[in-house]
């Protein structure tokens, strides 16, 4: 029953969900979700999309907690949009070092021209491991992504082409373990890490593995 529920809940608002995956957005309010460091007037729900505020955001996180899964999602950016895709992340902290953080960016508007580092483009585990390459629509198209955390290992597949792929047990180097001790976690929230850009979200669901 409830799996009927979730799935016509979905088609209410124009998609399906895949059999085994569940929607973590009802379309109409952010049940279901917890909003930490609030900034402005956090995040905003319309028409089936959450979006950022663009004078505000915070970090907009699951009530629940996941270990190893599959999240699948569409995002629209604004030129020179910034946000993150938290995971396995604590409710408290800097996430993109207490938790793990992908990177959501419009990494060639211009404001960001000879600056970026590479673990700092679209798709990148922030500061850790750089995404190989770019499959961004242009700025205004709704884009699909699927993350995929399974053990160690951290997956960004972009429209259809694999960005990222990394094992962050090979990570040996004991100053970024220092600075990075979510690398070592198993399990947490997962959401959306804003950055005062009215970055959109919707078509958000997720399988555990």
């Known amino acids: 029953m409830r799996t009927i529920c ?3 809940a979905a088609a209410s608002i124009g998609f399906a969900v895949e059999p085994g995956f569940t929607s973590l957005f009802n379309g109409k309010d952010l049940t279901g979700w917890t909003l930490v460091a609030k900034k402005g007037p956090g995040y905003l729900v319309h028409d089936g999309v959450i979006q950022c505020s663009a004078s505000g955001g915070g970090n907009l996180l699951t009530d629940r907690e996941f270990s ?8 629209k950016l604004p030129p020179g ?6 995971i396995r992340a604590p409710l408290a902290g800097d996430i993109a070092y207490s938790g793990m953080e992908i990177q ?7 404001k960001y021209k000879g600056w970026l580092q590479p673990w700092q483009h679209h798709g990148s585990l922030y500061n850790v491991f750089p995404a190989t390459g770019s499959n961004l629509k242009p700025v205004g198209e709704w884009n699909e992504e699927e993350i995929t955390a399974k053990g160690p290992k951290i997956k960004v597949v972009l429209n259809g082409k ?3 792929d990394v094992d962050v047990s090979t990570v040996k180097d004991p100053q ?3 600075k990075h001790p979510c690398l070592l976690r198993t399990s947490g929230h997962v959401g959306f890490l804003g950055h005062n850009d009215p970055v959109e979200f919707r078509n958000i669901r997720i399988k555990p593995l």
Do not use: H, M
Request: charged share 25%; proline share 0%; net charge negative.
């Open 6 to 8: 979730v799935l016509l």
């Open 68 to 75: 190893d899964f599959v999240l699948r999602f569409e995002f």
């Open 81 to 86: 949009g910034n946000n993150g895709i938290g």
């Open 104 to 110: 959501i960016l419009d990494q060639d508007n211009e």
């Open 162 to 164: 694999t960005i990222l």
């Open 176 to 178: 970024v373990l220092k």
